[in-house]
């Protein structure tokens, strides 16, 4: 009998240990890791460096109200800003992140009214579900905050129909992460920011899953040539610790004045610590380079695959952000369960989409046996369904 709500689909495996880029469980069994907590362990597992940043400010202070300076806030705030006029608000979850920027666009904008898309993901408070385009995620839950509306994505006349001197926010994921890895066209973005620009509208791009170095630049945004009005970080801000972050341009500062929104967790003087270096450490020309140099080997592999397996309809995505969509949503939970036997470890997306989100920190060699299980994986089941089909 289990003391916890069953909001999980958990697997029955328990991850106990982890070093670089593999994961142990309790049998002792390997498993290298295709998923980085989604998207979480960018630097990998027990981190030497990360270990020794939170030894030594866990034995200084863990925590302070944020009724006090906070030197580690102003620091990473000044790193994710980087060289742009950005400020910061630093709260625990990629939802709470979320959650300040609607409530930043609402109260500058005096608007209410805020675009989404279909399938997109946002999180699970009621604004961040309410911004989230899937009605499987509101089931249950309504009402709603009111005054989302919710358009396909990458198609610009619907954008246009709706955007009005009424809208507040346009907010969007550059890589539909949970939706299914679905990158946004650049010349769509561009126009929407346009559109935005047009109508007064503020442009929140929800960088959570494609931040920090994800899709091979710190920030996927720059890969659309776009200045967000606000975004939002979480996920692999902290390498594991909780953190997320809410920016936004200067120019909106003045509209969280003091008392206006606030966390009493937000920028704890540990998640500030370990994010500060995480930053530094992920924010590097030489190592994002590496990173993409990773992520050319890692579709080349899988495009080498794709061409000789049936069960591959496509591969996309940026950077170590990857989704493989395969032919059925049956053929998706095999695939998932055998890789798992193999000792590789990946993640779903949507309903037939394989996602990959290795550490960035992945090896060449690693990459190389991830894709030889990977390919043994989907040849096996091939000739599992083509000996099934011709027993029919
Ligand atoms: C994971 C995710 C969130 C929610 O983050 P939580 O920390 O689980 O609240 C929001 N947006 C995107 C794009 C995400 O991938």
């Known amino acids: 009998m289990s003391y916890l709500f069953p909001n999980y689909q958990r697997k029955k495996l328990e991850l106990i240990k982890g070093s670089k880029n593999t994961l142990i469980d309790q049998t002792g069994k390997r498993y290298l890791d295709f998923t980085s907590g989604i998207g979480v362990m960018n630097l990998g597992y027990n981190d030497p ?17 944020n009724l006090y300076e906070n ?10 800003a980087n060289g742009k006029d950005y400020v910061s608000y630093f709260c625990n979850s990629g939802a709470e992140a979320n959650e300040a920027a609607i409530k930043l666009a609402r109260k500058a904008t005096g608007k209410s009214k805020i675009i989404t898309f279909t399938n997109s993901f946002h ?15 509101h089931a249950g839950f309504e009402p709603l905050v009111p005054d989302f509306i919710y358009l396909p994505f990458n198609e610009l006349e619907p954008v246009k129909m709706e955007i009005d001197q009424q809208t507040a926010a346009v907010m969007l994921e550059l890589i539909q992460g949970e939706g299914g890895v679905l990158p946004a066209d650049v010349s769509w973005i561009q126009a929407v920011q346009s ?39 979480a996920k692999g801000l902290g390498n594991g610790i909780p953190v997320g972050a809410m920016l936004g341009k200067r120019s909106l500062a003045n509209f969280f ?27 590097q020309p030489a190592f994002l380079q590496d990173a993409q140099k990773k992520s050319g080997q890692l579709f080349s592999g899988l495009n080498q695959i794709a061409e000789k397996s049936k069960m591959i309809t496509g591969i996309r995505g940026k ?12 053929t998706l939970s095999v695939v998932l369960e055998q890789l798992e036997v193999e000792g590789l470890l990946a993640l779903k997306a949507g309903q037939t989409v394989l996602r990959l989100l290795p550490p960035l920190t992945i ?27 011709k027993g029919e």
């Open 195 to 233: 559109l935005c620009k047009e109508h007064g509208a503020l442009l929140i791009i929800d960088e959570i899953q494609t931040g920090i170095g994800r899709t091979g630049t710190f920030y996927a945004y720059e890969q659309y040539q776009i200045e967000p009005d606000i975004f939002t970080l």
């Open 71 to 80: 030197d580690l806030q102003e620091q990473v705030a000044e790193k994710l």
């Open 49 to 65: 460096e990360l270990n020794q940043v939170l030894l030594e400010q866990s034995s200084l202070l863990w925590h302070t109200p």
């Open 319 to 330: 950077g170590l952000m990857i989704g493989i969509e395969l032919a059925d949503q049956h």
């Open 257 to 283: 004045g003091p008392g206006s929104h606030g966390s009493t967790f937000g920028g704890n003087k540990l998640a500030m610590s370990v994010a500060c270096k995480v930053v530094e450490r992920i924010n």
């Open 123 to 137: 999180g699970r408070t009621y604004g961040a579900m309410s911004a989230t385009g899937q009605d499987s995620i």
């Open 363 to 389: 090896t060449e060699k690693e990459i190389d046996q991830g894709l030889v299980i990977i390919e043994k994986v989907l040849n096996n089941l091939e000739s599992q369904i083509g000996f099934s089909e």
